[in-house]
């Protein structure tokens, strides 16, 4: 950061990190004291990799108004020192307080960027992704690169539920678009994240026994969520809701619940996002909403490392409970979270099938029996992602009639040992019968 | 109308109505004395059949409030007796008076609307229709029945340019959609009609020798009209203008104009809505700006009882003037205009080729250099009305891997004399490769 902030011009920001405290010794989190005497005059807020934490430097800090007298946010949490003063920690809607004082991209810097992550996805065999949470910016940078042809990935964008008067209001309905932009999904936040110990759980966590994490922002109250999700149930938007802990995917069954009662029955394809600890309680009603589960399964063998030190053995047990979830009949969508996780599709079907941690000390899968095979692994990946954007008819499978996307491989990964399967490489990418990215053209 | 007040529930309004004074003896203005004393407690609101003006009985522009003091409003006429005293009849943006506070259409019934209107389309051969003003609870029926399947039309939708945020916020751009459902345009106002007397011109009208028409409210000030197509413009909307009178249509030039020198070169298929009394000095420039002529022969034929009328044979000379627009270079799409005009397209073949009048003055056509031939009517309809909504590689012919939109009509219209194609019937319309409507299975 000190080296950045050498060539960085006077008035810009140093952004980006993904930096995790649990791969540094101590495991701490880091404060704004490690980097402030190196950055004197330049604003920095880095993130944690989760994306539910933040460091500012003080010059940051300063700019936003932060102080001992700010109070946290609802939603928030400002990490403060022993005398109350802000640590530069900053979790979940805390981190608005920063960010709202950030110059947002320019329209050229977005489309760069666009760039860079379309041929990103393009060599790593990425054919559709679901986009969570986009500003309308963004969506404004996929159309423009949809009508110059552009667009080598297909885009389902799901803009924020604070936004939901935005879509209901102009009569468009879930997966509105076309085969390579659709809008119509609305993404909605429970709560925080496992690692920033925000993820909202019935009982505290095992290593901060005062804190069972917190409900986010668009929860407060909960009745404000519930009446947003109403308004965008009844438009026939689709509902992709953010719950880590298990008391907020409780609350969140509850909503989709009242949901179907109050509006009866439909082809709404409820989705929750990561729910990543189930209460036992609730597989079963999950299953009788017929609520997808949006998961992704590298965070089970990053997490793995330390889950059980934060939620002890019971829940995480219940923790990315793949197999526990088609025992129940439950519907699967596999991602990546990216840029949370790396993009590479590869690694993913390697966590689900080998559960294997990244320490190297679960060699034959953390809660093994929550391991998925390989066929059970691409189902859910393509059938299973195509029909949590509605999209089942036209791809998700090799098809006559459906959209030529496909991807060829180096090795053939339902015969080769799973723990190989990280290190198949793509050899080329086909969208729409065109090939968008071809390894032996590399250099 | 006194008929229909009998049956109708206390509090409803009697609406509708496509009145045409031209058509009655003697040919003028109707006043609310007319119906008054058959509807003493129903409120009347019946449109002349070009939508720019409508009658108000006593009990409509009481519940309106409007009297003899209220001021005519931008862009609109109250008309008035000798002493002030409003006659019901309300011009173009006068009608809004009385508009807001009709009650609006519940979901139910425009659902059933869009359903009968969707089965009409059908019966007479009509694969894709270009909405301009759609409601914005129209688009919402329109996805209910996309997500149905039961949209046979493929549906081009350009809500009002007032409202031209609402689009631009989420960042899609001209045709944004599907093949059954697009957005992505915005339809905008110049002026009103030649038959209400409010299409703007240079020079006064003939037959009303101190009015020359109105600019429309969106045009005032024009400065408004500009900065909205500008805005519209950057985000990548389409502009489709009504635009009448030739001056209407000399400062929609200007402004087209202004847009591309501001924002450069771009396929941005600007429109403008009927085109219909061309100033002699702006064909040039229209066809340099690109600017599509969306224009609806069926007009001629009607209008062209009583043009020459209201504004001599100079200017009628350049009214609809489909050939000259051709010989200049420019673009033409073809429409109904329904329901101002009826939506058979039959009948706008038949009009674009015969120019002969309603009347059955002008056998051999109403200013008949302008006539076009039957092959040049159906590209202008076909393909110049594909290329005119950016769609001109997915319809408008009969090709291999375009859509399978197609009808069977009863008579070869390339070959049988031009008189007789108005009595051509729809054999069977299909939609998608399905048939829709067949001719057959009906009684």
Redesign the interface.
Same mark, same amino acid.
């Given at each position: 950061i000190g080296d950045r902030a050498k060539q960085t011009p006077k008035g810009e920001w140093i952004m980006g990190g993904d930096w995790d405290e649990t791969k540094w010794t101590p495991a701490k989190l880091p404060t704004k004291e490690l980097i402030d005497p190196v950055t004197p005059e330049t604003p920095v807020f880095v993130n944690r990799y989760d994306g539910h934490m933040s460091l500012a430097n003080s010059v940051a800090l300063q700019l936003a108004g932060v102080t001992a007298k700010t109070p946290g946010p609802l939603g928030g949490v400002i990490v403060r020192d022993a005398q109350g003063n802000p640590t530069g920690a900053l979790k979940d809607a805390a981190q608005d307080l920063v960010n709202k004082v950030i110059p947002p991209l320019t329209h050229e810097q977005r489309v760069k960027a666009v760039k860079r992550a379309l041929a990103h996805a393009a060599s790593l065999g990425v054919t559709s992704v679901q986009n969570m949470d986009p500003d =309308? !910016?963004?969506?404004?940078? =996929?159309? !423009?690169l949809? %009508?110059r042809g552009e667009l080598t990935t297909r885009i389902y964008a799901a803009?924020l539920i604070t936004q939901v008067d935005? %879509?209901t209001?102009?009569?468009?309905?879930?997966a509105?678009?076309?085969?390579f932009?659709r809008?119509g999904a609305l993404k909605a936040f429970a709560d925080g994240s496992l690692g920033s110990a925000t993820a909202y759980f019935f009982q505290p966590f095992e290593d901060q026994p005062n804190n069972h994490g917190i409900l986010s922002d668009e929860m407060h109250p909960v009745s404000l969520m519930r009446d947003r999700m109403m308004k965008a149930d009844a438009?026939?938007l689709q509902l992709c809701t953010h719950a880590i802990g298990d008391q907020a995917i409780s609350m969140i069954l509850d909503i989709y619940s009242e949901i179907t009662k109050s509006h009866g029955a439909a082809d709404r394809r409820f989705r929750i996002e990561h729910a990543q600890h189930m209460a036992a309680k609730d597989f079963d009603r999950f299953a009788q909403l017929h609520v997808i589960a949006s998961v992704q399964p590298y965070h089970a063998i990053d997490d793995g490392r330390w889950a059980e030190a934060r939620i002890g053995h019971d829940r995480a047990s219940r923790t990315y409970a793949f197999r526990t979830f088609l025992n129940h009949g439950m519907r699967l969508a596999l991602g990546t979270d990216w840029d949370v996780a790396a993009l590479n599709p590869m690694l993913t079907v390697y966590a689900a099938v080998t559960r294997a941690t990244l320490d190297g000390k679960n060699p034959n899968g953390w809660f093994p029996e929550q391991k998925l095979t390989v066929p059970e692994t691409i189902e859910a990946y393509t059938m299973g992602s195509a029909y949590a954007e509605f999209q089942e008819n036209e791809k998700g499978s090799i098809t006559a009639g459906k959209l030529a996307d496909m991807v060829l491989l180096s090795d053939d990964i339902f015969s080769i040992p799973p723990e190989k399967i990280r290190d198949v490489k793509v050899l080329k990418t086909i969208v729409g019968g065109k090939i968008v990215w071809d390894a032996a053209e590399q250099k």
């Open positions: =309308y !910016e963004d969506i404004a940078v =996929y159309s !423009e949809l %009508q803009p935005d %879509q209001k102009i009569g468009i309905r879930h509105f678009g076309g085969p932009l809008i438009a026939g």
